[in-house]
């Protein structure tokens, strides 16, 4: 297929999310224009297009989502095998986020909504072992997206600042 040339570089590469949203808004406005052909199903290409930018972001929030489940169990129950296994997990997911993240991702993540599925899944998954999160979890993230797709992201300081931010009240009535 020849490739058509235009007078500006194309965003794809660079960041799919924000090329989604400018391509679905560049043909939103060829679909209203009345001189252009009908044949085109205008609103499902844009919805494909707009698809495309939202499947990146599912794919960060859910290695962010992994990444901090590890480390919730991690710190939840660090008797349980493989304690080594759940800190390489971390680390994995993370530059998983890391290396997907786009700058134009920032305002679609919800970081509480992506902590508060982590903390559903890490009581569940350790309920199997007839164990559960550590008492006094925070209700929202306690970690920054900086903080999570950070490239000097140290699993050891976001354990501490993780210990740091339960609620002491809670986290006393467990022991």
Known sequence: MDEIRTDQPSLY???V???A???AAALRALGERPDLSNVLDWDNIIEEVEAAGASQVS???SALRLALLHLIKHLSAPHLPPSHHR???VVAFQLTAQDGYRASMRRRIDLDKVWRGAVIQAEESLSAYHDAPVAGLPE???FTLDELIS???DI???LIQLAASLDSRLARRRR
């Open 21 to 23: 949203e400018q391509q």
């Open 17 to 19: 999310v924000a090329w």
């Open 13 to 15: 590469d660079e960041d």
């Open 156 to 158: 050891d300081r976001s």
């Open 151 to 153: 490239r000097d992201f």
């Open 87 to 89: 800190r390489a997990e």
């Open 140 to 142: 929202t993230s306690p």
């Open 59 to 61: 794919a960060v929030e």
